[in-house]
């Protein structure tokens, strides 16, 4: 019950009010995170409405989906899959998690291994050194000379409320290097403001300036980063009412178009 | 009474000179935040120096040509500086000389006989050797703050102490090209022992905000490995997505990793800064001295070449990842943190050594073996690091299990390969060392203790809140950033038995030192043997 008061009162703070419910197939939720051991990695998992749900295992930074963070709640939003459970939660896949930015003390659960709960699969990357190579490829690679086009398309993705983080420094890098192959002279920005809408029927929306603030800032690392010739064009557009419940967590981005 | 006479002449030019500093910072490329400092380096005093020869101890100026290998005995044996370029001669040589106006050269401060760095039993020894004289102890940065007493030790006492350097660094923070930066958070001085940042000329209410912090000099060799363009160097740094710092004459991104906060980018950049601030050079130093300081620095490697009970690192038998030798030839830019490459590579004589009939042979085998499962320990021995900045929110998970060689993965550095700062509770509370209060303590705090605030409308440091304390902001004094506060960029593994004590703050006396705020801090439960084979591991190092 506490539970639950906390996270209204928490999707209460970020902009919440009543809409239609996501499909049944699909849990978004706010809750605190769970770490539990195993023989090998811990896996994570978070609870909502007495279930537990499965989100991920740790790897290394190269990951399509991170695990949250002890100390914060986490946005989940989910497509329940008809995976075996994993850890002992029902598997949640694809997952996008987005770590809440206030500190909650209260999300502090770690869970000793237990037999039953090991993974069934070997983890991608152990909880030591790797074998050669990060698990999911170099995330920050150095981006190929390719066939370049009149403009070009780059998205950035989000975690909610939130700006530029470690995982956008691979896409950066790729928009700043076509921009300079390209000897680009324009560059149109738009960041969005989204939603998301929860499983309990509650539309969460992003802070109002966020889709401001992800153009703006992205305009102003390429320009940080050396890239100052091009024209810059920089907008922001609100879609927090097109929540659905589904692939919420992909409205959350800044698109950059590069032109020549 | 020559000295007095340039100090005047200094002071009369300081205004006009700072001004024209101020007005071209990037045309001369000076980092942002220098002119800044050196407004401050002018206006402190110069005391009266000297520097007589002493064993172990490069005095500036003193000419004696560097042999290309020179071991000198340290705790556990002996380090070693190897000129892979061969002898250098010193005399005339700006590492060497004292090119700034308080006696200084760069070899006072990075000394041969202690892995190019510094170790307090020097200075200790320094102190008692020259009766407080050498130029070490300059006002500028060698004092806790410039206008205190001279030759009392109470006034030097954090370099007597600790080993630690004054750092003065511009508040609100300076960009690159010398503008402002809005920093995150505000600054709050709520101890200081020093007097300098409450000081009405030198701390952050004077004419020229400057916070100081303080810290241990950096190891001035092995270059090429922090200095590296390979893995994880890029136009975005890989923890948060940011802008990385350029070298300002060819634009290519920094590795990040040369100072404990990354304010300057390239070895070059950092000596200039260097001559302004440690040694009071009036200006910027020519190309043709920045070329040889690097030039020296570049190929200057050094380790530990041999070990008390371990005996030789540097026979061709010995492990791949110890002594200089393996050091020079060593490739850099490589992550370590995998059994391909490893961070600091072993060999299996040393891990299953035979057994001896002979107990020299078996004792020194022993160590061996124990060097080698400390290896072990640091490479394997798994435990939860958790509420680290820039470790756990890098897409690991707060809290991650994983090992020592997750962020010190570095080959042959054990430094972080990528840009390497990260906070894990050095200076920040609660973790930082403080001296305990209570009644039957008569010792009273050394460090300075700031209260952080981040401001509104920006998130809290994701593990400390939105105020918090620290002893040294680190990186969120050049970043303006609140998660960079206390985030410190880690020092390099070589040569550590030459050169404590350690962490940049020096908090830690001894290797044990080292290895026990590791246990607390991430609750590690390391066995007696676990610690010291760790131990013994670091210290062949």
């Known amino acids: 019950m506490n539970r639950l008061l906390v996270t209204l009162a928490l999707v209460g703070s970020a902009g919440a009010v009543m809409a239609a419910a996501p499909p049944a197939n699909h849990r978004n939720f706010v809750a605190c995170p769970i770490v539990r051991d195993t023989s090998t990695v811990p896996c994570w998992l978070a609870e909502y409405e007495g279930e537990t749900y499965y989100l991920t295992i740790q790897t290394d930074v190269s990951a399509p989906v991170n695990p949250p963070w002890l100390g914060h709640k986490v946005l989940v939003e989910g497509t329940i899959s008809d995976e075996p459970r994993i850890c002992g939660g029902i598997v949640l896949k694809p997952v996008a998690l987005s770590v809440m930015q206030e500190l909650d003390g209260s999300c502090n659960t770690m869970l000793p291994a237990e037999e039953r709960y090991n993974l069934p699969f070997e983890p991608p990357r152990p909880p030591g050194p790797s074998k050669g190579r990060l698990a999911f490829g170099d995330p920050v690679t150095q981006p190929k000379s390719e066939q370049l086009e009149t403009s070009k398309s780059f998205e950035l993705r989000y975690e909610f409320d939130s700006l530029v983080m470690f995982r956008h420094a691979q896409p950066l890098q790729q928009i700043f290097e076509y921009a300079r192959q390209s000897n680009a002279t324009r560059v149109q920005i738009t960041g969005y403001r989204a939603a998301s809408l929860l499983s309990n029927g509650q539309l969460m929306q992003e802070d109002k300036q966020i889709g401001r603030r992800r153009a703006e800032q992205v305009a102003e690392l390429l320009r940080g980063a050396g890239l100052t010739e091009a024209q810059y064009e920089v907008k922001w557009q609100d879609e927090a009412q097109r929540a659905k419940g589904v692939a919420d967590a992909a409205m959350r981005r800044v698109q950059v178009v590069v032109s020549r | ?541």
């Open chain 2, 1 to 541: 009474m020559l000295k007095a006479a340039v100090k005047f002449a200094i002071g009369i030019g300081a205004g006009l000179l700072a001004s024209a500093v101020s007005a071209a910072p990037t045309g001369d490329r000076v980092a942002g935040h220098v002119p800044k400092q050196n407004q401050q380096a002018r206006q402190a005093p110069i005391g009266d120096s000297k520097s007589p020869p002493a064993n172990r101890w490069w005095s500036p100026g003193e000419g004696t040509p560097l042999a290309p290998l020179v071991p000198y005995p340290d705790s556990f044996g002996q380090v070693g500086v190897l000129n892979a370029a061969g002898a250098i001669e010193t005399r005339g040589h700006p590492f060497f000389e004292p090119i700034g106006t308080n006696g200084r050269a760069c070899v006072s401060c990075h000394q041969p006989a202690n892995a190019m760095s510094l170790s307090v039993e020097m200075i200790q020894r320094r102190w008692h050797e020259t009766q407080g004289k050498d130029p070490i102890f300059a006002p500028i940065d060698g004092m806790n703050c410039p206008d205190l007493p001279p030759g009392d030790p109470k006034s030097h006492s954090l370099l007597l102490e600790r080993g630690l350097f004054r750092i003065f660094l511009p508040w609100p923070p300076k960009a690159a090209d010398g503008s402002s930066i809005d920093p995150e958070f505000t600054i709050e001085v709520v101890r200081d022992p020093t007097g300098c940042n409450l000081h009405p000329k030198y701390g952050l209410k004077s004419a020229n905000p400057m916070v100081s912090v303080y810290r241990r000099p950096r190891v001035a060799a092995n270059t090429k490995y922090f200095t590296h363009n390979g893995f994880g160097v890029f136009s975005f740094i890989g923890k948060n997505g940011l802008p990385a710092t350029r070298d300002p004459e060819t634009g290519l991104p920094s590795s990040m990793n040369i100072l404990s906060d990354a304010r300057q980018p390239t070895l070059k950049t950092q000596a200039v800064e260097a001559a302004i601030t440690h040694l009071q050079f009036d200006g910027k130093l020519d190309e043709e001295r920045l070329a040889r300081i690097v030039a020296f620095e570049s190929q200057l490697y050094t380790a530990q070449v041999s070990h008390n009970v371990a005996g030789s690192l540097i026979e061709a038998d010995a492990p791949p990842g110890l002594g200089v030798y393996n050091l020079a030839k060593g490739r850099e830019g490589l992550l370590g943190n995998n059994v391909t490459n490893f961070v600091f590579p072993m060999s299996e004589a040393w891990q299953k050594p035979a057994p001896s009939s002979d107990p020299e042979i078996q004792r020194r085998n022993e160590m061996r073996a124990s060097i080698a499962r400390g290896h072990d320990v640091f490479m394997f021995r798994t435990f939860w690091i958790k509420d680290a900045m820039h470790l756990n929110t890098v897409g690991l998970g707060n809290p991650t299990k994983r090992t020592c060689s997750t962020c010190h993965g570095m080959h042959m550095m054990g430094m972080d390969i990528v840009n390497g700062w990260m906070d894990l509770g050095t200076t920040n509370l609660p973790w930082a060392r403080e001296e305990p209060l209570n009644p039957w303590n008569e010792r009273k705090p050394q460090m300075p203790l700031f209260k952080i605030t981040c401001k509104a409308g920006v998130p809290p440091h994701p593990f400390l809140g939105r105020v918090f304390y620290t002893q040294d902001p680190g990186r969120g004094l050049i970043s303006g950033k609140c998660n960079d506060v206390g985030a410190i960029v880690m020092q390099q593994f070589r040569g550590l038995a030459a050169r404590a004590p350690y962490f940049s703050n020096g908090s830690a006396g001894s290797l044990r030192e080292l290895v026990d705020f590791y246990d607390r801090r991430f609750n590690i439960g390391y066995t007696d043997q676990e610690r010291d084979d760790l131990i013994n591991f670091l210290s062949a190092l």
